[in-house]
């Protein structure tokens, strides 16, 4: 898969984006997270498409790493089923920013796509999506399948396992096809975490509104 293709697949999250955008003012605040995220990836994609096609896009793309663990764990902090104990909220931030720095910029190494941060964030995010999914099947199993905290979960679940499995299996490949297939896969499971994205934010029921008299 060449990159052109590539960035083909990667435009599939204007759908979960353009339908973010569209119900934003409809929808509960404790949502917007997942909108800036949709918004910031596709300006992520574009950016890498344009400006760093001939070259590594290590250096944009290592940023929007940080971007996307901060705004996803905002947004689990949100649905306050999960992190509510706000010095484990601001711990688990503080921390996989140290590492980040660490890795990034005391190593020198945001040139560069470097496995540390990135499995351990998306692990992270695999965990607390778990941990959301547990609570939601004890708590609230009424139409489970159409509630969007439920879809978002099983949707960073599946494409942040094998994001992690990615980053592990990339390094010990022997051959150069087996690395291309590696993200070939990731590539299309990716349109399939924005196909779950879009249906969860059209899930999404739209916030109260109250009428004073």
Not at 57 to 70: D, G, M, Q, S
Not at 143 to 152: E, K, Q, S, W
């Amino acid at each position: 898969m060449n990159k052109y293709q590539a960035f083909l697949l990667s435009l599939s999250i204007l759908a979960p984006a353009i339908t973010g955008v569209v119900r934003y003012r409809k929808i509960p605040a404790s949502y917007h997270p997942l909108i800036y995220l949709l918004l910031l990836g596709l300006a992520n994609e574009i950016t890498c498409y344009l400006f760093f096609y001939h070259t590594s896009n290590a250096v944009p793309t290592n940023i929007y790493f940080l971007c996307e663990f901060l705004l996803l764990t905002w947004q689990f902090r949100n649905w306050k089923n999960i992190l509510r104990i706000k010095w484990v909220y601001r711990l688990l931030m503080g921390g996989m920013s140290a590492l980040w720095v660490a890795e990034n910029i005391i190593l020198g190494r945001i040139a560069v796509f470097s496995p540390a941060f990135q499995v351990a964030y998306s692990l992270a995010l695999v965990l607390l999506a778990i941990n959301q999914l547990s609570w939601l099947v004890v708590n609230d199993r009424s139409r489970i399948f159409t509630n969007p905290v439920f879809i978002i979960a099983i949707a960073i679940i599946i494409f942040f396992s094998y994001k992690v499995l990615t980053e592990i299996f990339y390094h010990y490949a022997p051959l150069s096809a087996i690395k291309n297939n590696i993200f070939v896969i990731e590539s299309y499971l990716n349109v399939g975490y924005n196909i779950l994205l879009t249906i969860a934010l059209i899930c999404v029921p739209p916030k109260s509104s109250f009428i004073q008299l």
